[in-house]
């Protein structure tokens, strides 16, 4: 099977995943959904054939586990968006 941008987008939705692959210049990256607030989100490979399906889903799940231990969380949170108190505007 042909490895796609489609196909591994399809295989991460099919996994419960909610996020998509992109295109980046020399790289790839996890975007929208629940990599959103991820600090980290890039595959450092320079084409989609440089890795198998299997390995896209590894390195799914390898940057979801890393982004939990940069963000404070143990193994068993998700990583959360900011909760820096919004700015009150006075009149």
Known sequence: ????????????K??????????????????SGETAAWLDRTVKVPTLA???LEQ??????KLKR????LMGGGANSE???????????KS
């Open 50 to 52: 440089s890795l198998t």
């Open 66 to 69: 890393r982004n939990r231990e």
């Open 14 to 31: 099919r996994l419960g995943h909610d996020a998509q692959l992109v295109k980046g210049d020399g790289y790839f990256y996890l975007s």
């Open 56 to 61: 896209w889903v590894e390195e799914f799940e």
């Open 1 to 12: 099977m042909r490895v796609t941008v489609k196909a591994i987008n399809n295989e991460l």
């Open 79 to 89: 990583p959360q968006p900011s909760s820096r108190p919004k700015r009150v505007r």
